[in-house]
Each structure stands twice: as structure tokens, then as C-alpha cells.
């Protein structure tokens, strides 16, 4: 089976710049996504880490270290508006379904 | 391009009603997921289309559930008959076929369930 860990909650101000972890055990592995949901809204998709190292999208930037089982999403100069919950999600092998972790939820605050 | 979309958005029904949820994918996509979240908890598979054809359904709950996809386009999960537990939204997300595409999934707005 597979299993997720994020921490539940992170509060930070804006302006900072906050790190949120995610640590996972599959049977195999096939890539590490990151997604973001506001409130009553959908889960929309922020990046995405097959092999290891960083990926940057703007002010969000994500990690992956395969041997470590381990990723973390970066968000910089931090926004009231980046306050939502956010998911690491992984596939253990093309093909399969994603399995998410069960999300921190981000305060920023003014 | 129109995103996903689910019907209806919300549905409040009594125990043992039925009820049938609906996604339309964006087009040409072949994947296709429902996924249910809880309480605010984790978002859960239920299962995973491509095509018109069941990729993976481990994760629907009981053969109270069931989803379809004539035609491989859109997609329904009907409920029948509810229970309490089943109170939750409903997710639908879906994917292009192969690659880096395929990794990005598109959800739709939930379809928000309770169960009374």
C-alpha cells in the first residue's frame, strides 16, 4: 500500500516564506504532485516531480529526493491569498490511480 | 476550454435515496478519477476510468456505489442506496493520456453530498 505524511497545519506571515513537507512510502514510484485547495473550491494542480530536484513555478518551487522518500513545496513571498490547503499526491506506477496525503492547511498572516 | 464540470453541485438526500452524480471531463481527456473527501479530511480514490474502461476501482467503498462511463466521455457515480457515511464531496478530476500530461490532473468543482 502507499502512505502519505504532510504536516496538518502551518501559519505564516506574508512577505515569509514557508516550507511544507511530505513524506511517502509506495511499492514503487513514478512521480511526487503538489496541489492547492481553497475552501469549498477544487483542487487545482501546482508542479510536479518525476526525477530529483527542484522545479520553480514562479513563487512556488518543489523538491523531490527519490532515495529519501521525501519532497517539500516552497512558497515564497508568501500572499493573504496562498492561505488554502495543499496536497502532495503520488503514483506508484504509470498507470495507476494518484494517492493523496491528507493536506496542510496554510495561514497567512497580515 | 471548458474545464470539468460536475452536476449537481450540491444534493441533500435521506437515507436509503439514491442518487447519481455526474462529471464531464475536458475533452480528449482520457482519464478520468473520482476521488471523495470527508470531513475535511484526505481526498480518497474511488476510481480511475480511461476510456470507457475501469482502470482501477479499489477504492470504491462497497457495492453500493457504482460509476460508468459509456462512451468513454462523461462519467456518472450513483449511490443507491445512501447511507449516512456517504455525506461527503465528490471530486472528479481527469488527465490527458501519456507523458507529463498525464500527470496533471484537471478536478472539477466537487458535488457537495449529505446524507440525512
Known amino acids: 500500500g502507499q502512505s502519505l505524511e504532510q504536516p496538518s497545519e502551518v501559519t505564516a506571515v506574508e512577505g515569509a516564506i514557508v516550507q511544507i513537507n511530505c513524506t511517502y512510502q509506495t511499492s514503487g514510484f513514478y512521480g511526487l504532485s503538489w496541489y492547492q485547495q481553497h475552501d469549498g473550491g477544487a483542487p487545482t494542480f501546482l508542479s510536479y516531480?518525476?526525477?530529483?530536484g527542484l522545479e520553480e513555478t514562479g513563487r512556488f518551487s518543489s523538491f523531490l529526493s527519490r532515495s529519501d522518500s521525501y519532497g517539500y513545496l516552497l512558497l515564497q513571498e508568501l500572499q493573504m491569498k496562498d492561505s488554502a490547503s495543499y496536497f502532495c499526491?503520488?503514483?506508484?506506477?504509470?498507470?495507476?490511480?494518484?494517492?493523496f496525503g491528507p493536506g496542510t492547511r496554510l495561514s497567512v498572516l497580515p | 476550454e471548458a474545464g470539468v464540470t460536475q452536476f449537481p453541485s450540491h444534493s441533500v438526500i435521506e437515507k436509503g435515496q439514491t442518487v447519481t452524480l455526474r462529471c464531464d471531463p475536458i475533452?480528449?481527456?482520457?482519464?478520468l478519477y473520482w476521488y471523495r473527501r470527508v470531513m475535511g479530511k484526505e481526498i480518497k480514490f474511488l476510481l480511475h476510468?480511461?476510456?470507457?474502461?475501469?482502470?482501477?476501482e479499489s477504492g470504491m467503498p462497497n457495492n453500493r456505489f457504482l460509476a460508468e462511463r459509456t462512451g468513454g466521455t462523461y462519467s456518472t457515480l450513483k449511490v443507491q442506496p445512501a447511507e449516512l457515511e456517504d455525506s461527503g464531496v465528490y471530486f472528479c478530476a481527469s488527465s490527458q493520456e501519456g507523458g507529463r500530461d498525464a500527470e496533471k490532473l484537471f478536478f472539477g468543482s466537487g458535488t457537495q453530498l449529505s446524507v440525512l
Open positions: 516531480n518525476g526525477l530529483d
Open positions: 476510468f480511461v476510456k470507457e474502461s475501469k482502470q482501477d
Open positions: 475533452s480528449g481527456h482520457d482519464n
Open positions: 499526491a503520488v503514483r506508484d506506477n504509470y498507470g495507476q490511480n494518484f494517492v
